[in-house]
Structure formats: structure tokens, C-alpha cells
């Protein structure tokens, strides 16, 4: 759309003026359920609405995606494959003490008691957020975000891993009522032609839906310049001035922004705002990557995952992408081209039409990974007025619009749809 209108400079202070620091998804559902209370909203972003982790994902909306990565036998799993030549996960050898307290926490974690615990937080979160999705999409609120709802797959190599997801099945069902339709080898070719024969077989989550990140950014935009959301980009926070407890303005590279409430919806940067916010924020930037390219000519219908290989497809109505793979590099924003060829070897490995070209974009971001693998949302304790909704790990679109409603409710009092206290920040 044409962004003429769009403002450049903050707004004037109303007595409910609102500053959201992070236009990606999260920001982006906080700004929309803010300004229907009534709220003046304005949205600050470094770089540019919608371009970072909420652009090149994968684009599921997954309520199947309950478990955390920290879960028994974790450690112990990913210290097995990290060393290996093309592992699919990643820690680049540095002196990080973050990291390293990171990892410590996350170790901790690697309990069934905090998984389930876990479990529960994320499956309220993904499914509020799964209908409020197609709630906004399907009246026309979100317009033209690819939204489709066949579900998505979990892809076997082989009949001894399908076989050993039954726990996790069992599991699920048990434990979150979620249920899955296996489909054995056979059977799963016939579901999904674009699958090469001998797969081990595949289970079917129909809760699943899948969209085009880029375009729900779009699509968010657009609704929030509409609603008189005011978008500032290029425009980076620096710190904060307060007076008794409470945020009167932040400080930004573009000038001074007063406000009467804060939101800190900065994803895989919070940590580096931690002193600011006088918080502990146990998140670390797990790198993920993936490429775009036209549909191939044998086009999957459903959105799948190659759990053996760690790599993620998604067929899209203007396009095809391939994700995934976990990197612990820091901040480093360069692409790596060993990277994306694990995520090539992958595809080939299962697809018979795996790739397309042009490849129309290589992308990596960085997912806010949680040490408990639960996202971070609630008041920042040290003040009166400063509210944080971060650490989605791998999980931010999914959980976008459910973390938006949550956030609005707390800051206006409202019931919340959902129990906060698992999400609170100082539970670190």
C-alpha cells in the first residue's frame, strides 16, 4: 500500500497515550487490541515495520506446537547432533556468559514437570491466538494473508520414528486433549503426492493453519494506519526518563517520546534492554533461516515438518518457502550459506520436486528463545507503567494475536481471556 500518510513524527500526549517499542507481530497485536480501547497508539521500530523474525518465518499458526524445546532428554538429544557436520542446531563457540546463564536455566527446564507447565501457557496462547486469527482474517479485519486451514503434517523418515511419536501422541491427547491422525508410509504418499515414496509415514494436525508472514505484516499495517496507529521507523530506543516509578517519555534516535504507558514487544532484542528495564529477561537470539522461491511445479498442499532433518516447509499461494535450522551466533545478521544447504538437503531428501527457482530471497532472523520456553508477558515490576511481551521462542506469529488481547486487557483492567500468571515477568 502507499505509506504517503504515514507520520513521522510522534503524536501529542493524551492522557491514554500508548508507546509500543517493536513493530513485529507482537507489537503490531498489541497496537491493533490497544486502540480499540481507545488508546492513542503510536509504534516505534530500528529498522522498518514487519521486517524482522515476523517476515521470513515458516507462517504457521500451530496450536500442535504445545511442547517446549526444553523437555527431558533435551540436553542430551542436541548435544549428540551440535558437533555434527551440517547439524541442524547450532552454538557458535564464544565467551557469552548470557548465553551460557541461558543454557543453564534452559538445562533446568529439561524436567517433565516444567514442560507440562510450559505446555499449558503455550496452548492457551495458541489456541486464543488460532481464533482470533481466523476471526480477523475470515472477516476481512486482516485482508489478503494467504490464511489456509488444511493443517500441518509431521513428516517420518522412517517406520521407527513414526512409531515413537505415539508417545508424544499419547501425550498430547492425554495430558492437552490435542489429537493427531497418523497416516502410515502408504498412506501418507497418498495424502501428500509431492512426498517421495518410502517415507516412514506422518501425523496430521487439522488445528493447524498456515499463512504469508509478509503479508499478515502488511495486512497489519495497513489495518493499524487505518485505526490511526501511528508507525515511526528508523527509529531505535536508547533509554528511558522516569519519576517516581513511572515512564514519563522514552529517549529514541529520532527524539524524545512522552507516554503514559510503555510496551516493550522487542523480541530477540529485550535482553540488550534489560538494565533499562531493570529486569532479568533470560532470552537468547536463536537464528533460524529460510528461503523463498516460486511454487514448484509438484507443489505440497500442506505445510509440513521433516522432524528427523529439523526443516520446515511452506506452500503458499504466491510462493514456497523452506525453513529452519537453529543457530546460537549472537547477533550476527550475515546469511550462511552452510545453513541454507540443510535446509536444501532436506527438502531433497523427501520431496520430489523439492526446489524452484529463482530463489527470490535468502533470509535469516532471530527468534526470542525463552530459557523455559514460555513467553514473557506482563508488567515490568520496577515500574508502574512498563509492560513487556517477548521471548515467543519459535512461536511469535502463532501467538501474536492472543498475546495482543492479553496485553490490552492487563493495562485497562479488563478480565483477562486467558490466566496471566505464567507468562509474568518476575517469575526469572
Not at 140 to 150: A, F, I, K, R, V
Not at 204 to 229: G, T
Request: contains cysteine; hydrophobic residues 35%.
Amino acid at each position: 500500500m502507499n505509506d504517503t500518510s504515514q507520520p513521522s513524527t510522534p503524536p501529542s500526549t493524551s492522557s491514554s497515550n500508548v508507546v509500543i517499542v517493536g513493530g513485529g507481530v507482537i507489537g503490531a497485536a498489541c497496537a491493533y487490541y490497544l486502540q480499540k480501547t481507545g488508546a492513542t497508539v503510536t509504534v516505534i521500530d530500528r529498522g522498518e515495520f514487519g521486517q524482522a523474525c515476523s517476515h521470513g518465518n515458516c507462517g504457521y499458526i500451530s496450536p500442535s506446537h504445545i511442547l517446549p524445546l526444553c523437555k527431558p532428554g533435551a540436553v542430551s538429544s542436541t548435544m549428540k547432533i551440535m558437533f555434527k557436520k551440517n547439524s541442524p542446531f547450532k552454538v557458535r563457540a564464544r565467551f557469552d556468559m548470557s548465553l551460557w546463564s541461558w543454557m543453564l536455566r534452559f538445562a533446568r527446564n529439561c524436567n517433565h514437570e516444567s514442560m507440562l507447565k510450559s505446555g499449558h501457557a503455550r496452548q492457551a496462547l495458541l489456541d486464543s491466538s488460532r481464533e482470533l486469527y481466523i476471526s480477523l482474517m475470515t472477516s476481512g479485519e486482516l485482508s489478503d494473508c494467504e490464511l489456509h486451514t488444511d493443517g500441518l503434517i509431521f513428516v517420518h523418515d522412517d517406520e521407527h520414528h513414526f512409531h515413537a511419536y505415539e508417545k508424544t501422541d499419547k501425550l498430547l491427547r492425554e495430558e492437552f486433549g490435542l489429537a493427531a491422525k497418523p497416516y502410515d508410509g502408504k498412506a501418507l504418499e497418498a495424502l501428500e503426492p509431492s512426498l517421495k515414496p518410502g517415507v516412514g509415514g506422518g501425523w496430521l494436525y487439522e488445528c493447524d493453519s498456515h499463512v504469508r508472514p509478509d503479508k499478515v505484516m502488511s495486512a497489519w499495517k495497513e489495518r493499524l494506519l487505518a485505526n490511526s496507529v501511528n508507525i515511526v521507523e528508523h527509529c531505535e530506543f536508547q533509554s528511558l526518563t522516569t519519576r517516581d516509578g513511572n515512564v514519563s517519555q522514552i529517549e529514541t534516535s529520532t527524539g524524545s517520546v512522552k507516554a503514559d504507558q510503555v510496551v516493550f514487544a522487542t523480541g530477540a532484542w529485550s535482553p540488550q534492554l534489560a538494565k533499562h528495564l531493570k529486569a532479568t529477561i533470560p532470552i537468547q537470539p536463536g537464528k533460524g533461516y529460510s528461503m523463498t522461491m516460486p511454487r514448484p511445479k509438484i507443489c505440497p498442499k500442506y505445510p509440513m515438518i521433516f522432524e528427523q532433518h529439523r526443516v520446515a516447509i511452506t506452500p503458499m499461494d504466491t510462493g514456497y518457502r523452506i525453513g529452519s535450522t537453529m543457530e546460537f551466533a549472537g547477533y550476527d545478521s550475515s546469511i550462511n550459506e552452510a545453513r541454507l544447504e540443510i535446509l536444501t538437503n532436506g527438502a531433497k531428501h523427501y520431496l520430489k520436486e523439492p526446489l524452484a527457482e529463482p530463489i527470490q530471497e535468502k533470509w535469516c532472523g532471530w527468534r526470542p528463545m525463552s530459557a523455559d520456553g514460555t513467553p514473557i508477558i506482563g508488567k515490568l515490576p520496577q515500574f508502574k507503567n512498563a509492560w513487556l511481551a517477548a521471548g515467543h521462542s519459535m512461536l511469535g506469529l502463532s501467538m501474536g494475536a492472543g498475546t495482543g488481547k492479553l496485553v490490552a486487557e492487563l493495562m485497562t483492567d479488563q478480565t483477562p481471556h486467558i490466566d496471566p500468571h505464567p507468562y509474568r515477568v518476575e517469575r526469572f
